[in-house]
């Protein structure tokens, strides 16, 4: 009975999230309730998580709690160590949900809402969470080695190696622009930078605590640490009113990029109970908490979304970004839906911090719903706005125009009513001189969730105190990406280094801790510090990479998933990893060739170099711009040429693993697996960590 009970409770959501998708799928006509997306997201992630992850775990790969994880055999209180699953997935969590869950859906709202949303549930449920957790399984059955050193052991040495450069310059890249939208969140923002900056200090008292002074404590740590973050939170506003305060937390770009790049080496080099997991896990907590609080608003006020379902820019003539829905829409939403990047700490800091194999599953697959959560959050927070505040805040001067009057025009005649009046009263009530011109998501999604926030409590009068938090939350929400990131670029310098010099390798041992730090911090500091004094070349002109580096470094996760399950014996199954990874190789050779060689500049980035070329061989570009232009150029054609390199790398590895897969098919060779030798558990069943605490 009870058995029957439980059908019918699952059969009953399973049906109300594909009712809410139906809903959302097919309603035309007037604006749509909010409250769809959340029944529609929340059942369907409910059903992926009870069902779908369920069956990989059981059938596809066969968890085993009898077995030793690397945090039991090579406990050194430094990398590897045994944590709690509450406080790793905390940790997971807040490193893998970085700007793209966020500022993603945000972008691919000029396209209206049905397609990222679709996206964000669909490819969450069928893509990410499945790369997420088969990575992490995989780097647990090998001593925590990183998804570069699986595809180096596993595929071939040729295109491993090939593949763990290919990883190393995404990973530099990606934390230079990471560390370069924190600096834009933080910089003369007093209320953000001080929050921000109290988060270490209370992560190291946290982390001390759990170790020596209440081992095993977890709830009183977690909360201590909660009540001194919400404390902080709400003392920055205090900061910022006040003028001998505000001095000293108002920082220029240089100096908070220095700030970060010191951050970052610290969280890298000490041991990762004392910084990086506590600093995380309390960050989790204000991420989850405000994601979850914006989800309350949205069933409480129940706004309506008011963007289209689909617009007219799915064409390619986007103001936001030029490009057709299809590849963009898949490239411009990559966290949130499946993100390469997590592959990096599925086989980073995760596996080795795991306790038992099943926590797998609610690690890898769950904290992916729940950044796709995220994700849909955000996409409704950007298309509750009015359309055409929502425009005028992403599309540059350059589309719309650069006077107030002259982009209301343009945007009204897009069919999105807008005046000047109501942008500047928005301004003023949120607490910004102007909102007009504001690309990169960071600020139209800030107003989203303020005036969301705004109608749940305090109305108007507090709409500037939520904009402001919402800064704040953007910013805590990617600097969890930075240090955890930097801490696994560290591994893989040490890995690559090691095959050079053998003791490098060695996790260890701290000279080659530090100057791997030093290494990986310096590459990707060398890029921030670039982007910071010169904002018209740099690191800004390798943004429209990330989309398609990201997503190229998730076929490469899903190359390695894929032949090690074949080597597993797992062939009946395989569709589970080799359908994303066809579809990700798709869209991304696709957006590839269209981001080289399309013939419109807004596209192609030889296009756009050629047409500046042409510019300054008619005389149209003044001499005072002449340098500038000149470095634009080198830029475009340098995001060409990495766009190029990168993709080439990934034809290559794919090539190495089509090789590999007809000779285990084939039966032409005996498949080897790379797997640490079983050693069984010594842990009690009920164990759940020396100094991280208890379940």
């Not at 969301?452 to 938090?469: A, Q």
């Amino acid at each position: 009975m009870k058995r029957l009970g439980r059908i019918l409770i699952w059969v009953t959501v399973a049906l109300l999230g594909a009712g809410a998708l139906a809903k959302i799928a097919l309603h035309r006509g007037e604006s749509l309730n909010a409250i769809w997306f959340v029944i529609a997201a929340v059942c369907c992630y409910l059903v992926a998580y009870r069902l779908y992850s369920a069956f990989l775990a059981a059938k596809l790969l066969v968890l085993d709690d009898t077995r030793a994880t690397p945090s039991e055999r090579r406990d050194d209180g430094r990398d590897f160590v045994p944590t709690s699953k509450w406080v790793l997935f905390g940790h997971h969590f807040a490193a893998i949900a970085g700007p793209g869950p966020l500022v993603g859906p945000t972008l691919a709202a000029q396209f209206g809402y049905l397609p990222g949303t679709l996206w964000l549930i669909a490819g969450a449920a069928f893509a990410g969470c499945v790369q997420d957790f088969i990575i992490l399984f995989c780097s647990i059955r090998r001593d925590g080695k990183s998804v570069g050193q699986m595809a180096r052991e596993e595929v071939s040495k040729r295109g491993g190696f090939i593949a763990q450069l290919a990883v190393l310059a995404i990973m530099v890249i990606l934390l230079g622009v990471v560390a370069l939208v924190v600096v834009n969140a933080l910089k003369s923002s007093p209320w953000a930078t001080f929050t921000l900056a109290m988060t270490i200090p209370i992560a190291l008292l946290v982390g001390v605590y759990l170790r020596f002074v209440r081992p095993g404590r977890v709830l009183e740590a977690s909360l201590m640490g909660v009540g001194l973050i919400l404390f902080v939170v709400f003392a920055g506003q205090w900061v910022a009113e006040s003028p001998s305060w505000a001095r000293v937390f108002t920082l220029g770009g240089v100096p908070l990029a220095f700030a970060i790049i010191v951050y970052a080496f610290a969280a890298s080099a000490l041991p990762v109970w004392l910084l990086l997991a506590p600093r995380d896990y309390l960050s989790a907590f204000i991420k989850a908490g405000a994601i979850f609080a914006l989800a309350a608003g949205i069933l409480f006020v129940r706004p309506h979304v008011l963007m289209p379902p689909l617009t007219r820019f799915i064409d390619g003539s986007g103001p936001v970004f030029a490009g057709k829905i299809f590849p963009f829409c898949f490239i411009t939403i990559a966290c949130g839906a499946i993100s390469g990047f997590h592959s990096l700490i599925s086989s980073g800091t995760t596996p080795k911090m795991i306790l038992r194999e099943s926590h797998a599953r609610f690690i890898g697959y769950g904290a992916m719903l729940l950044e796709s959560f995220v994700g849909v959050m955000a996409m409704v927070a950007a298309c509750a706005m009015t359309p055409g505040v929502y425009f005028a805040i992403n599309s540059p001067p350059s589309i719309v125009g650069a006077t107030p009057d002259s982009a209301a025009a343009t945007i009204s005649g897009w069919g999105f009513p807008l005046t000047a009046q109501a942008m500047a009263g928005l301004a003023h009530a949120v607490g910004e001189q102007t909102l007009w011109n504001r690309a990169g998501g960071a600020p139209s999604l800030a107003v989203g969730m303020a005036q969301i926030f705004s109608n749940t409590i305090g109305g108007e009068r507090l709409l500037s105190i939520w904009y402001h938090f919402a800064i704040m939350f953007e910013a805590l929400f990617i600097l969890t990406v930075l240090d955890a990131g930097t801490r696994v670029g560290r591994f893989m310098v040490q890995e690559l280094g090691g095959r050079v010099w053998k003791p490098f390798g060695r996790t260890g041992w701290m000279p080659g801790i530090l100057l791997s730090s030093a290494i990986i911090v310096g590459m990707w500091g060398y890029f921030l510090y670039q982007g910071v004094v010169d904002p018209l070349g740099g690191i800004n002109s390798l943004w429209p990479l990330f989309g398609i580096s990201n997503q190229l470094l998730a076929a490469v996760a899903l190359v390695v998933a894929t032949t090690i399950l074949l080597k597993m014996g797992r062939t009946r199954w395989i569709w589970v990893t080799l359908l994303p990874m066809a579809w990700l190789v798709i869209i991304t050779m696709t957006a590839s060739y269209q981001k080289i060689f399309d013939a419109n500049p807004r596209i192609g980035f030889l296009a756009y170099a050629n047409a500046l070329v042409a510019q300054i061989a008619a005389g149209k570009i003044p001499a005072a711009k002449l340098m500038d232009t000149q470095r634009l150029i080198f830029n475009q054609r340098l995001d060409a040429a990495v766009t190029a390199v990168l993709a080439l790398m990934v034809i290559v590895l794919i090539v190495e693993a089509l090789v590999q897969w007809y000779a285990i098919l084939s039966s032409r060779r005996a498949p080897v697996l790379h797997e640490s030798p079983y050693v069984q558990t010594q842990w009690a069943a009920g164990y759940s960590g020396v100094a991280q605490g208890d379940d």
